[in-house]
């Protein structure tokens, strides 16, 4: 999906989540297990505000898990319920149900006390494009397809999707801008699928790919390309093997750089070579949200 997101587009974003957030009463905030910190909107928080959060880590078979472990301590650390999940599949949603039962716990007593009808829980998911939004929505409509009628006092028609006895979920999904400013962020998002390839340089990913693994999984890089490079060889020398090593040559004989960024880019996307976590918790700043 090709968004470029202007201004225009980032307040109008935020205006819809912000008048969906006044029919639920917790937020599922999706990101990718691979980049639990990079794949965030950079103004969640204001936007969610205090509203109960749970943080679903998906696309949890692409991740590290030892990585992804460190980032459920982070969150959760925030005052946050953390769920690993993987859509595709559809693993541990029956842990996502739980999450938004413990996160409204105190909600819901609070209106049991009063005297109120018990009702189900009312969710929405938020995140920026490509996390796997509409996989988790039809993942969790399957459960149970029928669909509530709409609800009054909205613009937009808002249709409930019933999960189970306790939960329904918005249809829509809300879907807000990633971060732009950082460009080792635009590095992961392009490296995961998140972003469309005209909008970086793809040679400077495909080189913060190779430097990745050179740093963190030199053996398989090794492996999977059948090289001998070390962690500090010049990335151009990596391109040079991998080029040779998979026959990747342009007229005269020369290495087709362009066709080694592709399958570098390509199959790290596709999880070709490993599971990797490009956001590495310990190498992070204390402040990242
Ligand atoms: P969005 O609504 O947030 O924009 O994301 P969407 O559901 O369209 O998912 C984006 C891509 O991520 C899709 O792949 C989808 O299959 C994949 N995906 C979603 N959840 C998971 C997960 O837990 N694990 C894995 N491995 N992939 C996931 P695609 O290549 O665009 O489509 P397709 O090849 O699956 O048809």
């Not at 008048?19 to 917790?26: A, I, N, R, T």
């Not at 999977?224 to 342009?250: C, M, W």
Request: with cysteine.
């Amino acid at each position: 999906m090709a968004i470029q997101w202007f201004p225009g587009h980032m307040a109008k974003a935020r205006r819809e989540v912000t008048e969906q957030l006044k029919l639920v009463d917790c937020v599922f905030e999706l990101v990718d297990a691979r980049i639990p910190y990079s794949s965030r909107n950079p103004m969640i928080d204001e936007v969610i505000k205090d509203k109960p959060r749970v943080v679903l880590l998906n696309k949890m078979d692409m991740a590290n898990l030892q990585e992804t472990a460190k980032w459920e301590n982070f969150f959760r650390e925030k005052g946050y319920v953390p769920v690993l999940i993987d859509s595709k599949q559809g693993k541990n949603l029956d842990k996502v149900i739980r999450a938004a039962e413990e996160v409204t716990k105190e909600k819901f007593e609070r209106m049991k006390q009063k005297g109120l009808r018990p009702r189900a829980i009312r969710a929405m998911i938020v995140g920026i494009p490509n996390v796997g939004k509409s996989t988790l929505i039809n993942r969790l409509a399957k459960k149970t397809i029928a669909k509530t009628g709409n609800m009054p006092g909205v613009t937009k028609k808002q249709q409930w999707i019933k999960v189970g006895k306790s939960l329904e979920l918005l249809d829509t999904p809300g879907i807000l801008w990633p971060k732009f400013e950082d460009q080792l962020v635009g590095k992961k998002l392009s490296l995961t699928g998140a972003i469309k390839d005209s909008i970086v340089h793809l040679d400077e990913v495909a080189i913060y790919g190779v430097q990745f693994m050179q740093q963190h999984d030199l053996q398989k890089l090794n492996q999977h390309y059948n090289i001998q490079v070390e962690s500090d060889t010049p990335y151009i020398e990596v391109f040079d093997a991998i080029g040779r090593s998979r026959g990747l040559k342009a007229r005269g004989n020369e290495i087709d750089y362009e066709a080694v960024v592709e399958v570098i880019i390509r199959e790290i996307r596709n999880n070709k070579i490993n599971r990797y976590t490009f956001d590495i918790k310990s190498e992070m700043n204390e402040d990242n949200e």
